[in-house]
Nanobody
Framework: QVQLVESGGGLVQAGGSLRLSCAAS????????MGWFRQAPGKEREFVST????????YYADSVKGRFTISRDNAKNTVYLHMNSLKPEDAAVYYC???????????????????WGQGTQVTVSS
């Protein structure tokens, strides 16, 4: 089992920045893929970004490219989402997710991820 604990959400003005953290504990696989999804009220959960643990390849949704950066800290088994130039449409509950292996080209599909955090709220005021 893998446990994921997110932190770092909050209220920020449009144009501001936040950093989300996701600490993984338990049985963690070196081949894991860890990512971030978000879900706004009345909308489906959507892919934001992911990082492949073994080679640090990263992927981003078009809506966040150039504004968000995903990174990791191997020693802490922690993944970060640095969010800059936040927009009101970025407001959502952000979820950390982990897949035990390489997701290949399906990195955007929530069904590929077996483990999920509890979510952290990000609110962006205009």
């Amino acid at each position: 089992q893998v446990q994921l604990v997110e932190s770092g959400g909050g209220l920020v003005q449009a144009g501001g920045s936040l950093r989300l953290s996701c600490a993984a504990s338990g049985r963690f696989f070196a081949s894991a893929t860890m990512g971030w999804f978000r879900q706004a009220p009345g909308k489906e959960r959507e892919f934001v970004s992911t990082i492949v643990w073994i080679d640090s390849n990263t992927y981003y949704a078009d809506s966040v490219k150039g504004r968000f950066t995903i990174s990791r800290d191997n020693a802490k088994n922690t993944v970060y989402l640095h969010m800059n130039s936040l927009k009101p449409e970025d407001a959502a509950v952000y979820y950390c997710a982990a897949a035990p292996g390489y997701t290949g080209s399906y990195y955007y599909d929530p069904a590929q991820y077996s483990y999920w955090g509890q979510g952290t709220q990000v609110t962006v005021s205009s």
